[in-house]
């Protein structure tokens, strides 16, 4: 049903080559197909749209040198464009404090709950004492789920079977961390919908209640326009630090990621990639842009033309 | 923001006696599909139709137009098979019905299962439930509460064991209880895995011991708010298991699933149940006017 992003920009390419100079014409086709591909990617339409026009003002203000065809400094040109808007740099979760609270939220299955026992297991590698706290209170077997994985990694959970109020039980987990000399906390909570107030209320008490070093919002990089509306709301109510993207196993372009930053302007930390707790990695802003144009394609491009 | 009225104004101004809808309006058009995940293949489809009826039909009123647009989206999308689609139903002559359910991981399975035999029970129906995902943490908890929730037997080997095994045993015992309907978790997989998705195969081979047509239905769950990866996720699922339903979840979020159309297009598979919530009634069956008009009414935010 779709054409790869290489067979539409291989399309979109043809209207420039061998033209001397991108002209305001001959650049419209190709903007045009550079935003389908990057919206088939699942970059929010808008955020598209904006980021075309970027690349519209760039292409009409280079010369275009002779030895250079038009189609590959345009494929320059869109790459620089996003690495930019990726962030630049990679960065760092903030661990200070005594005990650093480190709090996790997003919405319904986006893979909070693994996250959790994966970070847990990569701060402990660091030898750093970690708890992890069990504040969903709604899903079945979420106590459960994150018992299984602090076990298989190797740290203590708080839970409170008999408290059904999250904010509680996680000013206790921060209370027992203290008392056990803990000196990280990584609050797990319930997957909740960006429209649902009184869940959204709930996360913004808890944030309220326990002050935390960092707070994180996971999202799932399959996750399509919606993102944005998303992220903004979690960002309005709760002002996270950074973003963890999930299931980068998958074979998602993983457009989201580039919305999210375009929009809330805050950087992805972590990336997520597979099931085991293992599956962790940092996030390198050049590599997700590679992966939103599926650079391996254009490269092969450039190489044609 | 634009205005829904808006809009339909503006699209039936470029049409209304044209035989050619004009790229700005198309451009419009596409900008409030794609919005929706309909994705960039899809859409273009849909403007080729809209353009091919208005060439046809010549004159086209601006009431009309909104009409058209509907019934275009609407008639891309498979009608399910099971009739007009309000009510929760089962073939008639098959005993056990045998359902699989799959998907990639945090879709939804295990709550829509639990959804689903909330309904069939309080139809009136016998139903088992088989614990097949015996890999993520607590899978096999989470899908037992559900059980308890509805009064229903859950069939479980524990953790670590073999899915293949735990379905062939719910079928079975199915088959001694004289349910009317099995239906068959399964652990989220991403379609990419090559090892998993074979794993769904094997799954369905061992079962197909015990009842030669099971399972009957293959319902693949898709994720409301998940973008146009979900068209590769229904390739492959496809591939792995002849998918013959759709269920779309967390429909009650700001996401309009419009992903759908195209899948449910290509591969003529009918969507038939979405989920509107975490709760045990939030389950609905499919209706594709609704469905559609909640894709057009996103505009008007
Ligand atoms: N393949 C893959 N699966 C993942 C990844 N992260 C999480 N998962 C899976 O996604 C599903 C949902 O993950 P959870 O951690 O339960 O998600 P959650 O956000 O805690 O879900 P709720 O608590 O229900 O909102 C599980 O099957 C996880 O194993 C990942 O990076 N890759
Ligand atoms: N808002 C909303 N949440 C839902 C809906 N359906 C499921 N959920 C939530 O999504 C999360 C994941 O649901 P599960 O049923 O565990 O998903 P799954 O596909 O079985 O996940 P894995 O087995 O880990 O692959 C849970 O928090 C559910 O409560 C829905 O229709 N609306
Ligand atoms: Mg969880
Ligand atoms: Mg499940």
Redesign the interface.
Known sequence: ???NLSTKLDRAFKTLKGQGSITEINVAQTIKEVR?AL????VN?KVAKTVTDKIKDEAMGRDVLIAVSPGQLMVKIVHEELTELMGGEKQDINIKGDPAIILIAG?????K?TFTGKLANFLKKQNRQVLVAACDV?????I??????AG?VGVDVYSNLEEKNPVKIAQEAIAHAKQTGKKVVIIDTAGR???DEAMMNEIAEIKRAINPTETLFVV?S??????V??AKTFNERINFDGVVLT?L?????G??ALSIRAVVEKPIKFISTG?KMEALDLFYPDRMAQRILGMGDVISLVERA | EKTKTNFFDQLSKAVVGKSKVDEEVLDDLEEMLVHSDVGVGTTIKIIKRIEERVARDKYVSTSELDKILREEVAALLEENSSGKGTELSLPAGIKPYVIMVVGVNGVGKTTTIGKLASQFHKAGKKVVLGAADTFRAAAVDQLIIWGERVGVPVISHGMNTDPASVAFDAVKKGVEMDADVVIIDTAGRLHNKVGLMNELSKIKRVMQKFIEEAPHEVLLVLDGSTGQNAVLQATEFTKATDVTALAITKLDGTAKGGVVIGISDEFKIPVKYIGVGEKIDDLQVFNKYEFVDSLFSQNKK
Request: no cysteine; hydrophobic share 35%; proline share 2%.
């Open positions: 049903m779709f054409d389908r919206v088939d990617a699942d339409y919405l319904q299955g986006s893979g709950t709604y899903r079945p077997a979420a459960d789920q994150l018992k299984v994985l298989q919908l960006a429209v799932d399959m996750t399509g326009q919606d993102a509306n998303t299931k196993d998958g074979d998602s372009r457009g989201a099931e």
